[in-house]
């Protein structure tokens, strides 16, 4: 008879649980999950199955369990023999009374302890029962409104938490050692800087950070040429200094945020400690820790670094000062090279003389190109005069060269008043 489905069926009574376990081939895997049946069955296919038989009491502890597929008159059987008591139990020798194993508050009966009353726990070393009981529970759960004791990984023991693993730990073995990152191979940075608890780092005093790998402690960050913090140019992160990028338009760099490229240096500060004519420190006196400073005296300052500050100053005859500074980071202090001789000038020449003499020739110059200018206008004009003078004296010429028109008479140029003689009379 050919089956497309096999289920199996048993007998088993009240007290005893079956659970049946295969890897059905229609689902495809071969991990066995709980199941009484499997669909899809070939031919000639063999299907296997794990049984779980639980006791759940001693109400009937012999039986015969028979199995079989449905509709198929093939049976597996299982005895079935509870045994409810210990052999030891009858022999008074193994049972010990108010034994230390007890903590003295119990029976040791085959390897188990019995609490007197208003004791419990596993060795009887709690005291109460009923409220009491329950009032200690709950100091093992984590959310009073749920029922979990010691997060599942411990159990609860008078009102504490024992955890199950050495790598958990914790009030409520809540916290383990495996589910956050390492520095190190340690977790949390190791037990001084931090712990893990619910697959985060809780960071000790002193310490943040992710993995706890950022301590607050600044005095890393400590300038030795001014006791600031970061010299007051950053701020200190993780023991390093972190230099302001931009204040007031400066930009600091350095270890200690000392130096910047674009402030207003320590050159004034250091050359009032500097004999430039002796070459050598004259700081013995100084009590500023900036100004004890080492000092060499070299021929020709070259290849300076990024972190070199050079500082120029001129004496009274003119000359040029030079010295470099930075800051030596293993004695702690600023090393200062200063060039040997003075960059003066060139003796006999007076600069003032120069400026002198240019804008005389430049005054020079402009007074003859304006009287040049005045002598060409000079020029024009008097040969305009001259031309217009010519032709005045031409036409004068030509009018007395000229006949009389025999049309043209003489304006009358006298003219009477008729009135004037009769006022006469």
């Not at 049946?20 to 069955?41: A, E, F, L, M, R």
């Not at 009274?316 to 500074?325: L, M, N, W």
């Not at 200062?336 to 003499?357: A, H, M």
Request: proline share 2%; charged share 30%; glycine share 8%.
């Amino acid at each position: 008879k050919i089956v497309a489905k096999i289920e199996l069926t048993d007998n088993a009574t009240e007290n005893v649980d079956i659970n049946y376990y295969s890897n059905c081939p229609q689902i495809g895997t071969k991990q066995k999950y709980k199941t009484k049946g499997c669909d899809g069955v070939k031919v000639g296919q063999k299907i296997d199955f794990e049984i779980e038989l639980k006791v759940k009491d001693c109400s009937k502890r012999r039986q015969v369990i028979a199995i079989s597929p449905i509709g198929i008159r093939e049976y597996s059987y299982v005895e079935v023999d509870v045994l409810c008591d210990c052999d030891c139990e009858s022999h008074s020798n193994f049972t010990q009374k108010n034994s230390k194993l007890c903590s003295d508050n119990g029976d040791l009966l085959c390897g188990q302890c019995f609490c007197h009353s208003n004791y419990y726990g596993k060795q009887c070393e709690c005291f109460g029962e009923g409220i009491a009981e329950q009032e200690k529970l709950v100091k093992c759960r984590r959310d009073i409104n749920s029922t979990i004791l010691c997060s599942n990984r411990g159990k609860c023991v008078c009102g504490q938490c024992e955890c199950s693993e050495s790598e958990v730990y914790g009030k409520y073995c809540e916290c383990d050692r495996s589910s956050c990152g390492t520095i190190n191979g340690k977790t949390c940075g190791g037990a001084d800087r931090g712990e893990c608890c619910d697959g985060a780092c809780i960071c000790k005093e002193g310490w943040t950070g992710d993995l706890c790998d950022c301590t607050l402690n600044t005095s890393s960050c400590i300038s030795p040429i001014n006791q600031k913090v970061c010299s007051g140019n950053g701020e200190c992160h993780c023991g390093s200094c972190k230099c302001f990028h931009e204040k007031d338009t400066a930009k600091f760099a350095g270890k200690y945020c000392e130096y910047c490229a674009t402030c207003e240096e320590r050159c004034t500060d250091l050359q009032l400690y500097i004999d430039f004519e002796k070459a050598e420190y004259k700081g013995a006196n100084c009590k500023e820790r900036w100004c004890n400073f080492t000092l060499e005296v070299v021929d020709q300052i070259a290849n300076i670094s990024q972190k070199d500050r050079k500082c120029v100053f001129f004496d009274s005859d003119e000359c040029q000062k030079t010295f470099v500074y930075s800051y030596d980071e293993l004695t702690e202090k600023i090393k200062v090279k200063l060039k040997k001789k003075r960059d003066c000038r060139e003796p006999g020449v007076n600069i003032w003389v120069v400026i002198g003499t240019i804008a005389g020739f430049i005054l020079f110059v402009g007074i003859i190109v304006l009287l040049i200018f005045r002598l060409l206008v000079y020029i024009k004009d008097k040969r305009e005069y001259m031309l217009h003078a010519k032709n005045e004296e031409s036409d004068k010429r030509n009018m007395e060269l000229k006949q009389p028109n025999p049309l043209y008479k003489e304006p009358n140029k006298q003219y009477n008043n008729p009135m004037y003689e009769q006022q006469k009379s």
